[in-house]
Every structure is written in C-alpha cells, then in structure tokens.
C-alpha cells in the first residue's frame, strides 16, 4: 500500500490542523493505521492509531484530549484532527500502516510509511 499525507503547515498556538492520509490499494480497510512524529533532534514516536474498524484508538498522553484520530474505510483515508497545538508539536509527521488486527503503539510494527507533513507551531 502506498500513503500519501498531507494537511500540514505553519499554525499559531492554539490553532488547529487536520492531516489527511489516503492510501492506494483495496486493502486499506486490513490495516491498522497510525500517526507518528519526529521533531528535529529527537526519535520517531507515536502519536495515535486506530486500528482496522475505528472502534479502538490509542493516543499518547501528551496529544490526549487534544488530537482525534479517524478512518473512513471507504475513502482509503485516515485523519489526524489537531486541536489547541502547542509549539512543543512542531515536527514531521508520519501516517503508517500495519497489517495487523489489533492496535500497536511500535513504529516498528508498521509495514507501510508516508513520506511526511511538516506541522510547525509558532508560539
């Protein structure tokens, strides 16, 4: 499967973002998906998943109550909803995808990557 996100951009504090991810292929709906982000200096880590059916979601604590991961099956699609960003979210981030049942919090774990979308808070 091939992933292609996008949504990214320069937001004031406070500010709200939505990525987009679409995946190729008509196997979309057999993967669990993810969110991952990599500021500069620091490792890759997870932000959310989702699994294949949308009825099970993982968040980092740091993004809990302020970020909302969803998929629509039908459009090949996952989103990444951000809301009241903070500077300390500036980074690239990355859409994933793992052809597993459940949720996996890993990058490791995933098979698939998307190139990236730059998000930068300005304080």
């Known amino acids: 499967v091939q992933l292609q996100a996008s949504g990214g951009g320069l937001v004031q504090a406070g500010g709200s973002l939505r990525l987009s991810c679409a995946a190729s292929?008509?196997?979309?709906?057999?993967?669990?998906m993810g969110w991952f982000r990599q500021a500069p200096g620091k490792e890759r880590g997870v932000v959310a998943t989702?699994?294949?059916?949308?009825?099970?979601?993982y968040y980092t604590d740091s993004v809990r109550g302020r970020f909302t991961i969803s998929r629509d099956n039908a459009k090949n699609t996952v989103y990444l909803q951000m809301n009241s960003l903070k500077p300390e979210d500036t980074a690239v981030y990355y859409c994933?995808?793992?052809?597993?049942?459940?949720?996996?919090?890993?990058?490791?774990?995933?098979?698939?990557w998307g190139q990236g979308t730059l998000v930068t808070v300005s304080s």
């Open positions: 994933a995808a793992a052809q597993i049942a459940g949720l996996v919090a890993y990058a490791s774990a995933y098979d698939y």
């Open positions: 292929g008509r196997t979309f709906r057999s993967y669990a």
């Open positions: 989702i699994n294949r059916n949308g009825d099970s979601i």
